[in-house]
């Protein structure tokens, strides 16, 4: 039969539009239902509608000329001469399909088995990246992914809905059904793949430690569940929640501008806040809650950035910066490194100071080392972790991403670890668990800000083959004297060499090795004048070096007149650049003699 045939057919049926539109012409046939499920031994009718080419249906085709009706896999669904389709082997599934004319139409049948034992093969919940027994700790307040993995010793095309309970105190405090994400109840768990589990999105005012969670696995009834199944997890009681607290994270960024800068960077960080997307990545992937984000005005250097010295040298300004701000923050100075820059970023191991590129994986990278991660094996990063455990930097177990509305896993066998020097990147178990305990047992201990008083900066590098002194500067801020002891000395004479003060320290280290140093200590009266402080002296390792009242390198605080901020540091003093007109110059070749008024916030 052609078309032709099939609308005289469709006539002699006495479709009353078709006398009214003769024009209308068959275009396609439709089988309804489209997607359909049966048990197995159990039967469920097709039936065929014609359509023109607008896609409007005609009336009933004539009994004369009935539809000519095939299974694909006849092994699975037998169909009759009237469409009635009859499962026969459950867990598969194939096409219906029916002919007219030449026109053809098919639909999709999934067999089930009468029964089928189910179990939950996994629970857990998710945030950046995690185990599939769910061994990484929840961080509170943060939203979370919960996935439940039912599987059953059959494959199935059944759709329960699973609900999840969420406890505190003994009192149920949010409950959610959970919506099937595919089309069956699969064999195995697969975590890679988000339609092979049961998923849902948990608020983060839900997740505070405490919780506690229950799963009804099909509280409908939809599954014919073989005796033995799973029906609740856990099977009596309550599931405990790993869910542990960090503390609020203040972050500021900074803007910086230096001689080869095109002012990049100051579009880099506009309109960026805590919510941005532009920072989306890193609170992905790090162990941050509640964030406070900070964009401070432009800082200048005049550091040469097409070198290494100069970036180490950018570096301890950037620390200085801190000292003089908000000293619980973390800073990250962004800038748009020259083409042939040594590094793309430079940060502290564990102390919360980092500089580098207009990049978010960069940026991720040095919070990261803040955090007290070092490198990753994978790339040309130095000084790999010995203790990380997945081989060429993998990030080890899956991830989960929610950047720009974007849901999907990250699969270890294509990502690194962001503290490689490998794309694509994301995190780790290890250094996320690693990152988080730092949070947690390190941050604590940071100082808070107390009242400014006059105080001695003293500012350099101390490696075994690095040891630098930069001119001291009395300043007022908040005293940071060393935390401990270490195999570095700092000490001060007076004209008659007779010793001031004297501190051993360990330096703050750095990721590609070497350290660096930054104190503040309460300068005391004694200290001025012509006999006062005379030469401080660096000891250590490495040798000594040391600076005295003049004829060093004379380096200049540029501060704002007003509010006191620190807006640069000069490294030739006597060459002021435009950009220093009408700010203050405070100027130090060596050892100070007197105090400046104070830098404040």
Known sequence: MNRRFLLAILAAAGCSDLASQPERVPGALELLPADASVLEGEA????????????????????????????????????????????????????????????QAGARVRVNPTNVKIEASAVHLTQAVQTLGGDIPLIAGRPALLRVFVTGDRTSFFRPRPEATFH?????????????????????????RLDRSFNGVVPGRILQPGVE????????????ADPGSDRRVPA????????????????????????????????????????????????????????????????????????????LALLREISVLRLTERRRDYYYAALAAPPD??????????????????????????LGHNMGLRHAPCGTALNPDPDFPHEDGSIGVFGFETRAGNTRMVDPAEYRDVMTYCDPSWI???????????????????????????TLLLWGNAGASDLLLEPAFVIDASPKPPTGEGPYR????????????????????????????????PWEGR????????????????????????????TALVLDPGTRRLRGILRNAGNAPPWTEGLDLVVSDGVPRAGISGLRQ
Do not use: C
């Not at 014609?50 to 092994?75: H, N, Q, T, Y």
């Not at 059904?177 to 697969?190: G, V």
């Not at 949070?439 to 808070?448: A, P, Q, V």
């Open 44 to 103: 469920i009718r097709y039936r065929v509608r014609v359509l023109d080419e607008s896609g409007a249906a005609f009336g009933r085709i004539p009994a004369w000329a009935p539809p000519r009706w095939s299974a694909v896999d006849p092994s699975v669904a037998a169909v009759a001469a009237d469409g009635e389709v009859i499962g026969l082997e459950g867990g598969r599934e194939t096409r219906v399909v029916a002919e007219v004319a030449s026109l």
């Open 168 to 192: 505190r105190d003994g009192v149920p405090i949010h409950a959610m059904r959970l919506d099937p994400a595919a089309d069956r109840i699969p064999l195995a768990a697969e975590e890679g």
């Open 213 to 224: 969670l229950v799963v009804e696995l099909d509280p409908d009834g939809v599954v014919p």
């Open 236 to 311: 009596e009681g309550r599931l405990k929640l790993d869910v542990t607290t960090v503390p609020p994270m203040g972050l500021t960024v900074v803007p910086v501008l230096h001689s080869a800068d095109t002012r990049a960077a100051l579009t880099w960080v506009e309109g960026m806040t805590a919510t941005d997307t532009k920072i989306a990545f890193v609170r992905s992937i790090l162990p941050i809650g509640e964030l406070e984000l900070t964009v401070r005005e432009p800082y200048r250097t005049t550091a040469d950035l097409t070198t290494a010295e100069g970036w």
């Open 341 to 366: 820059a040594p590094f793309r970023g430079l940060g502290y191991i564990g102390r919360p100071v980092g500089v580098g590129i207009l990049d978010l994986d960069t940026f991720a990278h040095e």
């Open 428 to 454: 780790s178990d290890y250094h996320f668990v690693k990152a988080l305990e730092f949070r947690r047992s390190r941050e604590s201990l940071i100082l808070r800000n107390t009242a400014p008083e006059p």
């Open 490 to 521: 700092l000490e001060g004479f007076d004209a008659a060499g007779r010793s001031l003060f004297s501190f051993s320290f360990t330096p703050d280290e750095l990721e590609h090795g070497g350290g660096q140093f930054v104190f503040a200590i």
């Open 527 to 554: 200290w001025d004048g012509p006999d006062g402080l005379s030469r401080i002296e660096l000891s250590g390792p490495g040798g000594a070096v040391a600076i005295e009242g003049s004829g060093g390198r004379a």
